[in-house]
């Protein structure tokens, strides 16, 4: 069945707004400008406040959904389900998970670089089934565990493209490993931020577009007012300001100052998280739960093309063995693989309700389930 216009500008939209918001991060990252009280130029190393501004993308979601909202109820014949009654604190847990997990991969990503960054994010799928069967009592199929096997290889392998390419770059081996173990690291409470919402939020049917903003609106909050007690708090040679505090937010707004560029690096990773939020719904409603998948890996492809072509980094071909190898994984665990199998003669089949046929997926990372994440 041929896309529509509207469905193709979607999934136009989800690709480009999802590689703009890593690229537009890196490209922060890659600025120096003076600070305040004449310092000489530093790096523009401020995770906890690229962070918020993030949360602050995420919080507009929330005006995308009244504004959706508005429209449906002007419509002669509204579509649109009424909204149900829920508790807003539901989403404090899962929002304190997310505030956490995105402060330390933008610290992550000061360290490796922005493909790494996105291809070790893949990660998640393996904690996520493995708290699921935990804590949700789910059973998965045979499939969902060789897509998690496969996806521990594919780390593996862009560990080892990470290692053999600091040999070509400035980064030093330290702080490269040290940034991929933070961003696996944060994919663990990125999983538990999932198994909080399929375990207490997903019940009351929420819209997503507004789960993802009430949950921005507690991490904007909650990281916003984090900042004061973080430009106090020493942090030494972790530290990238030079009072060597957790975060200096008044050295950011003076290197923003002296150089405007950096503003726009940070208005692009704001705005693209929202219509990125808003497109991957849509994906989901319009065309497909698979379709959306394959969308957020392609634009794994998109951000080390353009990252290479920017010379931020430099080709290796362990990196495409190690996507390849991560897609083959996420592939596995989503039911990519179905439509394949289905093809076959019907003597190679795998027998429904069998280990890895079976007609109902219990994977987390299911439609409903990533419909509401907020996606970065």
């Known amino acids: 069945m041929a896309w529509t216009r509207y469905q193709l500008g979607l999934a136009a939209l989800m690709l480009l707004t999802g590689s703009i918001n890593t690229l537009a991060a890196k490209w922060a990252d890659t600025f120096s400008a003076a600070g305040c009280g004449g310092t000489e130029d530093h790096g523009f190393n401020h995770p906890f406040l690229q962070a918020v501004g993030m949360f602050l993308g995420e919080f507009s979601c929330l005006g995308v959904f009244y504004l959706l909202v508005w429209r449906d109820r002007h419509r002669p014949e509204p579509s649109m389900a009424p909204s149900q009654p829920f508790n807003p604190l539901l989403f404090l847990p899962p929002a304190l998970c997310d505030m956490t997990g995105t402060s330390i991969m933008y610290v992550a990503l000061n360290m490796t670089s922005a493909s790494s960054f996105q291809m070790l994010r893949g990660s998640v799928i393996i904690f996520t089934g493995l708290l699921s069967v935990a804590f949700l009592g789910r059973k998965l199929e045979l499939s969902q565990w060789l897509g998690i096997l ?64 009430t949950e921005g609106f507690f991490g904007f909050v909650i990281l916003a007012l984090l900042l004061v007690p973080m430009y106090y708090i020493p942090a030494g040679s972790f530290s990238g300001n030079p009072r060597r ?132």
């Open 245 to 376: 505090t957790l975060e200096d937010a008044l050295d950011a707004f003076c290197q923003l100052g002296h150089r405007p560029l950096i503003a726009l690096a940070l208005l692009g990773n704001i705005s693209s998280i929202a219509f990125f939020n808003f497109a991957g719904v849509s994906v989901t409603k319009e065309i497909s739960a698979t379709t959306r998948m394959v969308l957020d890996s392609l634009r794994t492809v998109v951000i080390w093309a353009v990252s290479l072509a920017v010379g931020w980094e430099t080709f290796h071909g362990l990196q495409i063995l190690g996507f390849l190898v991560l897609l083959a994984g996420a592939a596995l665990y989503n039911g990519l693989h179905r439509p394949l199998l289905a093809r076959l003669p019907r003597r190679w089949r795998p027998e429904p309700g069998g280990g890895d046929g079976g007609p109902e997926r219990e994977g987390l990372l299911r439609a409903e389930s990533s419909a509401i994440n907020g996606e970065r």
């Open 150 to 213: 496969v996806t521990i290889v594919g780390l593996v392998v862009v560990g080892l493209a990470d290692l053999h390419g600091t040999h070509d770059q400035k980064r030093k081996l330290s702080e490269v490993i040290t940034g991929d173990l933070l961003i696996i690291m944060a994919q663990v409470i990125v999983a538990i931020q999932m198994v909080l919402e399929e375990k207490f939020v997903y019940k009351h049917d929420v819209h997503p577009l507004r789960a993802v903003g």
